[in-house]
């Protein structure tokens, strides 16, 4: 079964922190993603990778960044965290484009 | 992209057949259709893909319709552990690529 790991479940940070999130997979997975999920709002990609060290904006990368040095790893950063930055985040892999295996989310809240 | 659109909602009954459709009018000729099934506190969860016409696999078919402005996931037999949110994602597999959601079907199977 494929694996993707996040580092935490819940996570509680005071605005204007530096916030990482990270994830792993141990698929050899080319392409990993990190989506935020809001009510009414359904699922939103912020950035996604095809490759190490490669990185393509999603629909929502502003006052996000990200971070692929080793194929398994992908972080997101938020560098000067905000309250509107409160959500689920989630992260994925996949071989293909179109089967990405999510992992369980990671709860952030910005106080 | 194609922006994708969905009921916010739909209850069936235990034995049914349950068909959902995501709306995604300006789908283009590179854009691929899935579908994701997600239980609360997990992440979603890959449950087919497809481009035209039908595909079917052990727990769902995909219908889609010659113009693909469309597709019908179909749940045969639904039973109560199928009660989920269940999303459209379209995908664009060439060129710039671009992964849009809909907002998701919230299902729920009664006894």
């Known amino acids: 079964d494929v694996k993707v790991t996040q580092s935490s479940r819940y996570l509680v940070k005071r605005t204007g922190e530096k916030v990482f999130l990270e994830c792993v997979q141990d698929m050899d997975h080319e392409n990993m993603f990190w989506y935020r999920q809001d009510p009414g709002l359904g699922l939103r990609l912020i950035y996604f990778s095809y490759d190490v060290k490669m990185k393509e904006k999603g629909d929502i990368p502003e006052g996000y960044s990200v971070s692929r040095e080793k194929k398994e790893r992908f972080s997101l950063i938020l560098e000067s965290a905000s309250t509107n930055q409160t959500s689920m985040y989630l992260c994925?892999?996949?071989?293909?484009?179109?089967?990405?295996?999510f992992g369980p989310g990671t709860r952030l809240t910005v106080l | 992209l194609a922006k994708t659109t969905q009921p916010i909602s739909m209850d069936s009954y235990e034995g049914q057949e349950v068909n959902i459709t995501c709306s995604h009018n300006?789908?283009?000729?590179?854009?691929?259709i899935t579908w994701y099934q997600q239980f609360p506190s997990q992440g979603p969860r890959f449950i087919i893909q497809?481009?035209?016409t039908k595909v079917t696999n052990e727990v769902a078919s995909l219908f889609i319709p010659a113009d693909r402005k469309s597709s019908t996931l179909s749940l045969p037999r639904v039973s109560l552990s199928d009660t989920a949110v269940y999303y459209c994602?379209?995908?664009?597999?060439?060129?710039?690529?671009?992964?849009?959601f809909g907002t998701g079907t919230r299902l729920k199977v009664l006894a």
């Open positions: 994602l379209v995908v664009r597999t060439s060129g710039t690529y671009k992964y849009i």
């Open positions: 300006n789908i283009a000729t590179n854009d691929y």
């Open positions: 497809g481009y035209k």
């Open positions: 994925a892999s996949g071989g293909s484009r179109w089967e990405q295996f």
